[in-house]
């Protein structure tokens, strides 16, 4: 009897685990759409948002890991080495351009642009580990490029070319970031984002006067801050519960949330040229996870 019990209740378990990962993971990509528009909606310029996000997230990041490893003998797994400074200082770079491009272009530019980090993270482990890459991600690949090609194109001529341009450079180090992750399988790599963080609170003093803003921005940089720390935390713990593909499906629900919550909370609609390139990239996008996340889910 207590035989049975057991294994009656084993499913019962695995399938709230599931279900619990799905959800943090899908609430991690709710906070990770809103760097938009907290980046839109603070008046202040673009190092001090990287200043105080980067403190309030470092303070929050390295206290829940922290409190994670409460349990284990003090300093196990929390050595960076050069790997680790390598990995933060890559992070760093990508925020770095992640958050000035929001301050340049269109939201939705930024975030599809962004969409694209998977199919070059395949390109560079290809490049640098020989790594096959499928047919399907070498179509899928080609065709976003071609949607931001349409995207970019849009831009000519006006202020938004700069950022767009500055969005690519953050996707390829994204990219890279993702590929330093799967090479230092040692490295904690929630400490070393802890870390890239702290980076560009110490940096950007030397940029900006952190303490030179009005009550308003003062507000959302903390709001912002917390919606770092907490998106991080969020998928660091969701995508432990499900399979990657389901997380890579999940997670690219920020896609659209980004794009609507920049037209609902900043009326902010970007031009004919990015609409169309960006429904090319969500298309390709969403039809690649979808067919990645049947395929893993064969038998």
Same mark, same amino acid.
């Given at each position: 009897?207590?035989?049975?019990?057991?294994?009656?209740?084993?499913?019962?378990?695995?399938?709230?685990?599931?279900?619990?990962?799905?959800?943090?993971?899908?609430?991690?990509?709710?906070?990770?759409?809103?760097?938009?528009?907290?980046?839109?909606?603070?008046?202040?310029?673009?190092?001090?948002?990287? +200043?105080?996000?980067?403190?309030?997230?470092?303070?929050?990041?390295? /206290?829940?890991?922290? #409190?994670?490893? =409460? &349990? $284990? !003998?003090?300093?196990?797994?929390?050595?960076?080495?050069?790997?680790?400074?390598?990995?933060?200082?890559?992070?760093?770079?990508?925020?770095?351009?992640?958050?000035?491009?929001?301050?340049?272009?269109?939201?939705?530019? +930024?975030?599809?642009?962004?969409?694209?980090?998977?199919?070059?993270? /395949?390109?560079?482990? #290809?490049?640098? =580990? &020989? $790594? !096959?890459?499928?047919?399907?991600?070498?179509?899928?690949?080609?065709?976003?490029?071609?949607?931001?090609?349409?995207?970019?194109?849009?831009?000519?001529?006006?202020?938004?070319?700069?950022?767009?341009?500055?969005?690519?450079?953050?996707?390829?180090?994204?990219?890279?970031?993702?590929?330093?992750?799967?090479?230092?399988?040692?490295?904690?790599?929630?400490?070393?984002?802890?870390?890239?963080?702290?980076?560009?609170?110490?940096?950007?003093?030397?940029?900006?006067?952190?303490?030179?803003?009005?009550?308003?921005?003062?507000?959302?940089?903390?709001?912002?801050?917390?919606?770092?720390?907490?998106?991080?935390?969020?998928?660091?713990?969701?995508?432990?519960?499900?399979?990657?593909?389901?997380?890579?499906?999940?997670?690219?629900?920020?896609?659209?949330?980004?794009?609507?919550?920049?037209?609902?909370?900043?009326?902010?609609?970007?031009?004919?040229?990015?609409?169309?390139?960006?429904?090319?990239?969500?298309?390709?996008?969403?039809?690649?996870?979808?067919?990645?996340?049947?395929?893993?889910?064969?038998?």
């Amino acid at each position: 009897m207590a035989d049975h019990v057991q294994h009656a209740d084993a499913p019962t378990d695995s399938h709230g685990r599931h279900g619990l990962g799905v959800v943090l993971v899908l609430l991690s990509a709710v906070m990770f759409s809103l760097s938009g528009v907290f980046t839109k909606v603070i008046e202040s310029g673009a190092w001090t948002i990287l +200043v105080w996000r980067g403190l309030i997230g470092a303070i929050l990041i390295f /206290a829940y890991v922290s #409190w994670r490893r =409460r &349990r $284990e !003998p003090r300093g196990s797994n929390l050595k960076l080495g050069w790997r680790g400074w390598v990995l933060a200082g890559v992070g760093s770079l990508a925020s770095v351009t992640f958050i000035f491009s929001f301050k340049l272009t269109y939201v939705a530019n +930024v975030t599809i642009i962004y969409a694209v980090v998977p199919f070059v993270a /395949a390109a560079l482990e #290809w490049l640098f =580990r &020989r $790594e !096959p890459i499928r047919p399907a991600t070498m179509i899928a690949a080609a065709i976003c490029l071609i949607g931001i090609a349409i995207m970019v194109a849009g831009g000519i001529g006006s202020p938004s070319l700069i950022g767009d341009f500055v969005a690519v450079i953050m996707m390829i180090l994204n990219a890279l970031y993702l590929v330093l992750i799967r090479v230092f399988t040692k490295t904690p790599a929630v400490l070393a984002g802890a870390l890239a963080a702290f980076q560009l609170f110490v940096v950007g003093w030397f940029f900006t006067d952190p303490l030179a803003i009005s009550q308003h921005d003062a507000v959302y940089l903390v709001l912002f801050g917390h919606a770092f720390a907490i998106a991080s935390i969020l998928w660091t713990e969701g995508a432990r519960l499900i399979p990657a593909a389901e997380s890579g499906l999940f997670g690219s629900a920020d896609i659209p949330m980004a794009i609507v919550f920049a037209w609902l909370l900043l009326s902010e609609l970007p031009p004919k040229a990015s609409l169309i390139g960006g429904a090319i990239v969500l298309a390709t996008v969403f039809l690649y996870a979808v067919r990645d996340y049947r395929r893993r889910e064969r038998p």
